[in-house]
C-alpha cells in the first residue's frame, strides 16, 4: 500500500478562478499554503445559484477547502489534487456536504460527489 509522502515542499500556485464541470465557479486566493474565497454555485437544491464564503490550503499538489453557504444551513467540503499530465490545468476532488434536517431525518443530512474544476 503507497504512503503519503512527507511534506512536498513548495505548493502548486491555485491562485485564480477555476470551474467545475456543472458552470459552478471557484475564485481562490492563495497566501502561501492558506486558501480564501468565494464559491458560486450553479447547482442548489432549489435550483437557483447560490455563494458562498470558502476557506483551505494546500500541500504541494494537494488541495482542501471548505464552503460555508450563505443561503442555506449548510457546509461543504472539497479534497483534491492537481492532475500531473492534464493538457489544462485541472483538479480532480471529492466532496461532502452536510446540512440541517429535520429530527428524524439525520439519515439524510449528508451527500457526497465528484467535481472536477478547470483553471479559467
Known sequence: M????ARTG???DFAGTWVNEGG???VL???NDALSGTYESAVSSGGI???GTLVGYVDGDLIAFTVHWEAFQAITSWVGQL???APRETIKTLWQMTKQVDS???WASINA???TFTRR
Open 10 to 12: 513548495t505548493s502548486v
Open 49 to 51: 445559484k447560490t455563494a
Open 104 to 106: 428524524g431525518e439525520e
Open 29 to 31: 486566493v492563495q497566501t
Open 83 to 85: 492532475l500531473p499530465n
Open 113 to 115: 460527489g465528484s467535481d
Open 2 to 5: 503507497a504512503r503519503a509522502t
Open 24 to 26: 459552478s465557479e471557484v
